[in-house]
Structure formats: C-alpha cells, structure tokens
C-alpha cells in the first residue's frame, strides 16, 4: 500500500490511513486516528512532549540581552549640544536648498511646456 507522502512509517488502507512512529525504546506501532490522544497524552506524560519555544530560559536571557544593551549605550559618544545645533541646522538649511531648487525647476519646466504648446 502506499505511504502518506514520502514516509515510509506509514501506509493506507481504503481511507483509513495509520502511521508507524519509531518511538524510543521500539519499533513502530499503530496509530489511528482514535489512538491519538492517548498517544500525545503518554508522550506529555514522557516529557517528549514540545517545549516552550523561547527555551526555558527565555526571561534570563532577555534580562542578559537588556544588560548588553545598556552596556553598549554606555559607549556611545554622544554630541555635545553646541554639534547637535550645528547638525540639525545644516540639515534645515539643506532641505530649505533643494526645496527652492526643485521648486524653480518645477515651476520653468512647467512655463516652457506651456507655452510651447
């Protein structure tokens, strides 16, 4: 009989499919579909059963990664206010530029096509 995909655990029978899992400790066994619950509760019970995604230690390694991150704003150079001042102008005297620049050209691109036409 044919398998389900390509696993080789499992075959099917008219439309009664079974698979075979390789447990731990033996070979493969019937499962059908009633037999599933009482599967997934004896592997909960075996402790096989899937564990938290983030680790179990998920909150200690978020506290070490917030610790790391304030270690490294520690090293960071920040300006002086006088640098900040002369930064942030030089970028309202730049937007300001090309504001007044892409403006004219907008404005004679549009009075030479109008009155070309």
């Known amino acids: 009989m044919g398998g389900v995909g390509n696993d080789p655990n ?9 698979w075979r899992p390789q447990l731990p400790g033996g070979g493969g066994k ?3 579909p009633f037999k599933l619950k009482e599967i997934l509760s004896a592997l909960w019970k075996a402790n ?3 564990s938290n995604p983030l680790g179990e230690d998920y ?3 978020l506290w070490n990664f917030l610790k790391s991150v304030f270690v490294e704003l ?7 206010a006088h640098q900040t001042r002369v930064d942030t102008t030089t970028v309202i005297g730049t ?7 892409l403006g004219l050209i907008d404005w004679a691109l549009e ?5 070309a036409g």
């Open 48 to 50: 096989l059963a899937p």
């Open 30 to 32: 019937v499962v059908t």
């Open 59 to 61: 909150m200690k390694r």
């Open 111 to 115: 009075t030479i096509l109008l009155n």
């Open 95 to 101: 937007t300001l530029f090309f504001t007044v620049f």
């Open 74 to 80: 520690k090293l960071i150079t920040w300006p002086n």
């Open 10 to 18: 499992s075959s099917c029978v008219s439309m009664l499919c079974v």
